[in-house]
């Protein structure tokens, strides 16, 4: 509400309302969105307002300046999407930092529409050819990729020269404009530089840009039904648009160490079975060797006893 000497302006949500469509095909994120329509409704609250004051005054001369000096005029205004494009930047804030060596997956905002408004967006798969493309929604090995900087370890910023290995331990490359991971070697086709739109940080859900060494982005088509991820072009709009996704680490758990309990340990000598005589068995008789059977008996290797014959009763 803007409010003035004379005059009151309501603003609600239902009657202006940006257009989506427009914003996302020029690729503005909602941060900007929102920035521009703040701007629009203060210069239509400030207009109201100051053409309101400017009457009340006329009033005053005519009667002769005995009506009081107004008041200064106050303003408020409760833009919902301001609201949310701050709780979004609060909430990049403490999202974890992107670290060289983490495993990420890119999510593309090219996706199929899913209530109205929001994406849902596939992620870039590396095949086990080289090929690359974003056809599934998958979180598996095959999306996996490991951001490397090429100064070394340390948080990912904005402006850092980057290198994407695939889990078959290969590295996006571009060439003119297509996109495959054939390649085990660094170099300039496989260095991309990463942006955000604000220089801002690069943190778990931070929305990235990757500039291949030809200067255009890499990008996934929505019309392109078969997901191809191609470097088509300079811009920097939704189809270039990639949300990174790290990896969450493998949970630790606490392992309670091993308890064995060990028979005590005594001095008593060992005992061993007595010795048999050669042939001093006779029928029946358990035995281990047929030496130890006598009378022409075998030790039988079943039943473990002296015997003529297996038929022997």
């Not at 929102?34 to 210069?43: C, E, P």
Request: net charge positive.
């Amino acid at each position: 509400w803007a409010q003035g000497a004379g005059c009151s302006l309501v603003t609600d949500r239902s009657v202006i309302r940006p257009r989506r469509r427009g914003a996302r095909q020029l690729g503005l994120s909602g941060d900007v969105r929102s920035m521009r329509l703040v701007v629009v409704l203060s210069v239509v609250a400030l207009a109201a307002a100051s053409a309101g004051g400017a009457g009340q005054k006329d009033a005053c001369r005519d009667s002769g300046g005995a009506c009081a000096k107004p008041q200064r005029d106050s303003m408020l205004l409760q833009i919902r999407y301001g609201q949310l494009g701050a709780f979004k930047a609060s909430a990049m804030e403490s999202a974890a930092k992107i670290e060289s060596g983490d495993i990420v997956f890119l999510k593309v905002l090219t996706g199929v529409p899913h209530n109205a408004s929001r994406w849902v967006g596939n992620r870039v798969t590396v095949m086990p050819t080289g090929d690359v493309h974003a056809k599934w929604d998958h979180t598996g090995a095959w999306q996996q990729i490991t951001i490397e900087r090429e100064a070394g370890p340390g948080p990912v910023q904005s402006g850092d020269a980057v290198f994407l290995w695939s889990h078959w331990k290969k590295a996006l490359t571009v060439n003119e404009i297509s996109v495959t991971a054939k390649s085990t070697e660094k170099s300039n086709a496989s260095r991309f530089i990463i942006e955000t739109r604000n220089g801002s940080a690069i943190v778990d859900g931070a929305s990235v840009f990757f500039k291949a060494h030809t200067g255009n982005r890499m990008d996934v088509r929505p019309e392109d039904k078969e997901g191809v991820v191609q470097a088509n072009f300079t811009d920097m709009g939704l189809w270039q648009e990639i949300v990174l996704e790290r990896k969450a680490p493998p949970a630790t758990t606490t392992e309670s160490p091993d308890v064995t309990t060990e028979a005590p340990m005594t001095d008593a000598p060992a005992t061993s079975a007595p010795c048999v005589a050669e042939g001093s068995l006779g029928k029946c008789q358990p035995c281990l060797k047929s030496e130890q059977c006598g009378g022409g008996r075998y030790c039988d290797p079943y039943m473990k006893k002296c015997v003529r014959s297996s038929n022997e009763p």
